[in-house]
Nanobody, 123 residues
Framework: QVQLVESGGGLVQAGGSLRLSCAASGRTFSSVGMGWFRQAPGAEREFVAAINVNGGFTYYADSVKGRFTISRDNAKNTVFLQMNSLKPEDTAVYYC????????????????WGQGTQVTVSS
């Protein structure tokens, strides 16, 4: 099972950028898809972005398409989420997760989760 630790969250003004990182431990990192989810106060955890095992395929929620970019470095067991043109509605705790297979974007298809990192976007 993959263990995950997110970092890079913080407070940023609307229109700004942040880059989240997720460090993974375990031998299986390069053989599983990865994803980012987020959860705002009082809301359910929602899908943000996903990437397949070799980084050749990515998939995004409509709300972040064109602003966020997911990538991975299998040599460093790390997945990233570059967030540009941030909006107040992007404020949430962001979680990375490892999939049960080569690619997934449904929450139920993810086996391991990090502890989350807070992103706050001020207007």
């Amino acid at each position: 099972q993959v263990q995950l630790v997110e970092s890079g969250g913080g407070l940023v003004q609307a229109g700004g950028s942040l880059r989240l990182s997720c460090a993974a431990s375990g031998r299986t990192f390069s053989s599983v898809g990865m994803g980012w989810f987020r959860q705002a106060p009082g809301a359910e955890r929602e899908f943000v972005a996903a990437i397949n095992v070799n980084g050749g395929f990515t998939y995004y929620a409509d709300s972040v398409k064109g602003r966020f970019t997911i990538s991975r470095d299998n040599a460093k067991n790390t997945v990233f989420l570059q967030m540009n043109s941030l909006k107040p509605e992007d404020t949430a705790v962001y979680y990375c997760a490892s999939a049960r297979g080569a690619f997934a974007y449904s929450r139920a298809a993810f086996a391991s989760w990090g502890q989350g990192t807070q992103v706050t976007v001020s207007s």
